[in-house]
């Protein structure tokens, strides 16, 4: 397939392009990644999105899907050449698509408050959601792995996918609170999996630098509490 085939509308900075980048990483598709910075939203986004205005957004063939769970599946679905993202069986694939959606809104949810909570008892109750989530994480990993290195056994699956593309956005949580999350003594599963995953062809080179990372987060955050400060 030609580069100009594909293209994906992104982010560095964003978790659910990232998702979008390991799936065609994965089936070993050429596409052109266009960073944008959202500032402002390009005619193009704003032309292949116009309900959402937001990224990701694949092109192919000029047509435009959004939304990055759509996408991968998308994905698996048009280009079938191993490895699968989602498994063969329904009951499984149903799995799949649960914890990926249990990952969104128990994981990403209160890892993005952490960016703005300022008080002390806020921060102890979404650390508390987030090691909840884990705990979870940890006992799914061990059931659907079945001793293999990742939730989709051999190779990386949509879970994976999924719970691996805010690993980065993980490490500046930490790095801003000077504490551990994802602890090797707690979750020694999901530690082992966090460095598989990221050393994965598909993976290794595209997870953002946690510094850099930190950086962003920083100016989002003042941006937010200007935004929230004008909105009194």
Not at 83 to 109: C, M, V
Not at 133 to 138: G, K, N, S, T
Not at 160 to 171: E, K, Q, R, V, Y
Not at 207 to 213: A, C, D, G, S, V
């Amino acid at each position: 397939m030609a580069q100009t085939d594909l293209k994906l509308l992104g982010g560095w900075f964003s978790p659910f392009a990232l998702r979008v980048q390991i799936a065609l990483n994965l089936k070993g598709l050429d596409y052109e990644l266009i960073e944008e910075t959202l500032n402002p939203k390009s005619d193009l986004l704003l032309q292949s999105n116009p309900v959402y205005n937001k990224i990701p957004v694949l092109l192919h063939a000029d047509k435009p899907i959004c939304e990055s769970a759509v996408i991968v599946e998308y994905i698996d679905e048009t280009w079938t050449n191993a490895p699968s993202i989602l498994p063969s069986n329904a009951y499984d694939r149903a799995n799949a698509r649960f914890w990926s959606t249990y990952i969104d809104d128990k994981w990403f949810t209160p890892m993005k408050s952490l960016l703005m909570a300022e008080d002390d008892e806020a921060k102890k109750a979404l650390f508390g959601q987030m090691e909840e989530a884990l705990e979870r994480m940890e006992d799914a990993f061990n059931k659907a792995s079945e001793g293999k290195p990742f939730f989709g056994g051999d190779t990386i699956g949509l879970i994976d996918i999924a719970f691996g593309s805010f690993l980065s956005w993980l490490s500046v949580i930490e790095e801003m609170n000077g504490r551990k999350v994802l602890d090797v003594a707690k979750n020694p599963a999901l530690a082992q999996w966090a460095e598989t995953f990221a050393a994965d062809p598909a993976v290794k080179g595209i997870l953002p630098e946690t510094l850099k990372l930190l950086e962003f987060a920083n100016a989002l955050k003042l941006k937010w509490a200007a935004e929230a400060a004008k909105a009194k």
